[in-house]
C-alpha cells in the first residue's frame, strides 16, 4: 500500500519502508530477522508518538486534510448497518460537494448529512474539492427538514475548506443558502449532532454545524478563515507566503480541538489513533458511533422546545466581550 | 488615459494634502467632483449615483426622526479571546479604531422613530475596522432583534461590512450562527425584518443576518456577495463580469427585493413598516 506521509512524519516513513524491505528480504528465506523487525517496529512507536504528541496546530491542519483521512461516506459505510443516499435540492441540481441520506446506526433511524472530499484527482473534481454551491446547502436544509419531520435525530459531518467562491455560487445564493441554514438550523425540532471530521473551513462549515452537541476529532480544524487566508492578509505578501506564515496564522488563529474545547465552543474531542484517523478508520468510526449514541440517547428525552430553547441559549452564549458600566 | 497617469505620477502627498477636503475622485465613474455637491447630494455622486460609503451617524441623521434615538448597549467592549496579535495586538487596534472612529465598535444599536414608527435599528460603520463582525456586533444585533420582539417593532439593519472578522477567530464564526438564530425568533412571531445592504457587504455578514430579511434592500451599485471579487478571480482565473456582485446585479438574479436611492431609503422604509404593521 502507498501511503502518503506529511513533511514532518519524514522519519517514520523511513524506517516504515526499512521494516518493509527487511519483510520482503526475509520472506521465503532460512533468515530469521523477526526480533530485529520487532525492534525496529517500537522504534517507529516511539517516534510516532513522541511527534504526535508535539503537533503544532498547523501540523494539525495538515492532518485534518491529509489525502487519506476518512470522509463522510468512508464513516458511513463502517457506521451504519443501512443507508440510502438521497440527492438534489429540487430546485438547481445536486451538489456532490455534500451528501446525505437515511441511514439505520443501531437500529435508529437518522439523517446522515456531510461535506464530501473525493479521493484521486477524478473524485476530487467531481467533489469540488468538499467545496459546496448554493444547492448543497439547500439540499441539506432539505433533508433535515425531512428529519424533521419524521422525527429522527439529525447527525452532520463537518470537513470542508469552505464554501465555493465562484460566480454561478455567487449567482445562486451563496450567501443567502447558507444564512438560511444557519437559522432553520437553530429551529429544528430534532436533536441536531455535529462532528468535525477534518476541516471546519468557515461559514460554509457553519452551516451543517448548528447544533445540540458538537465534537471534533482530536486533529480536526474548526476556523473562521483558513491559515493561508489569514497569512495573506495580515502580511501581504502576495503568493511570496511561506509554510512559516501559514504556521504563525494557524496559531494565531486557536483553531484545533484542543483549543475550541477550551473555549467552550464544542462539548468534546473524540480520540484519534496515533498517527491520525486514517490510521485506523475502523477504529476511528467505532468511536465516533459511540459518541454518537450517547447524545442521541442524552438529547432523545427532551421535548422539541426546550431542544430549540437549549440551542438557541447556547448560541447567544457564545461571545467574548465586556459590558463597561 | 496618458494624461491621467501623468498627473498622478506627478502628484506629491502634499498636493494631495491640499486637494483633499475640496474635490473627490468617484470610486466608481472615476470623474473629480467638486467634494460640497457630493455632501450637498447625501454623498452620491451626481454623475453617476454612485453612493459613497458613510458613515453609521450620518446615515443615522439620514433614516430617523430628528432627536428621536436613544443608544443601545454602546458600552459593550470586545475582548481579545484569542490574545490574538498580527503586526500590531488585536486590543491596540481596537483602540485605534476607537480613535479613528470615535465609535466604540463598527455597529451602533438605537431605539428610534422612523416617521413616526417605533424601530429597532442597527448601522454598521465600515470605517471601524471594516465594518468586521466579532462579539460585539453579534451580541448587538441579537439584542436588537430580542429587543424588536419584546417591543414589538419592527428591526432594520444596515449593513456595510467585509465579513466576520479575523481577529476574534471562531467567536466571529458562532455570531453567524447567534444572529441567525436571534432573527428566527422574530420570523415566528410576525415582526418585519427589513435588511438594508450598503457598500460593500460581504463574507459572514452577508451569510448570517443581512440576507435573511423579510425585506432585502440595496442601495444602488453597492458590492454584495459571499467571497470577494478577488478570492473569486483568484480561484477561477477569470476576470470578472463589470456588474458583478453589484445590486443592479443582485436584482436581476433575483436575490433582493429592490434598490433604493439613499434619498428615497426614509420613505420607503416608513412605506414598508405601514405595509406590514
Known sequence: MIRYYLEFEKPIEELELKIEELR?????????????????????????????????PWQKTLIARHPDRPYTLDYINLITDDFIELHGDRRFSDDKAIVGGLAKINNITVVIIGHQ???GTKERIQRNFGQPHPEGYRKALRLMKLAERFKRPIITFIDTPGAYPGIGAEERGQAEAIAVNLMEMSRIRTPIISIVIGEGGSGGALALGVADRIFMLEYSIYSVISPEGCAAILWKKNGDLSYEDFSRAASALRLTAQDLISFKIIDGIIPEPLGGA????????KKILENILTAVEELKTKTPGKLIEERYRR??????????? | MAWFKKTKETKTDKKVKTQEGLWVKCDSCKEIIYKKEIDRNLKVCPKC?????????????????????????SDLMSGDPLDFKDITPYKERLKENQ??????????????????HAVSLVIMDFSFMGGSMGS???????????????KKQPLIIVSSSGGARMQEGIFSLMQMAKTSAAIGRLKDNGIPYISVLCDPTFGGVTASFAMLGDIIIAEPKSLIGFAGPRVIEQTIKQQLPEDF???????????IDIVVNRKDLKRTLARLIEFLS
Open chain 2, 245 to 255: 456582485q453589484r445590486a443592479e446585479f443582485l436584482l436581476e438574479h433575483g436575490l
Open chain 1, 315 to 325: 448560541l447567544r452564549r457564545t461571545g467574548s466581550f465586556e459590558e463597561m458600566k
Open chain 1, 24 to 56: 520482503r528480504i526475509s520472506n521465503g528465506k532460512d533468515i530469521d530477522i523477526s526480533s530485529e523487525i520487532k525492534k525496529l517496529e517500537k522504534k517507529v512507536r516511539d517516534i510516532r508518538s513522541e511527534i504526535f504528541s508535539t503537533l503544532t
Open chain 2, 99 to 116: 480613535k479613528k472612529s470615535g465609535l466604540h465598535e463598527s455597529a451602533i444599536s438605537v431605539d428610534a422613530l422612523i416617521e413616526g
Open chain 2, 136 to 150: 460585539v456586533v453579534g451580541e448587538k444585533v441579537s439584542r436588537a432583534a430580542e429587543q424588536a420582539l419584546e
Open chain 1, 278 to 285: 486514517h490510521r485506523d478508520p475502523e477504529w476511528m468510526a
Open chain 1, 117 to 119: 472530499k473525493g479521493r
Open chain 2, 49 to 73: 449615483n454612485y453612493h459613497f460609503r458613510i458613515r453609521a451617524r450620518d446615515r443615522l441623521k439620514l433614516l430617523i426622526d430628528e432627536g428621536s434615538a436613544t443608544e443601545l448597549d
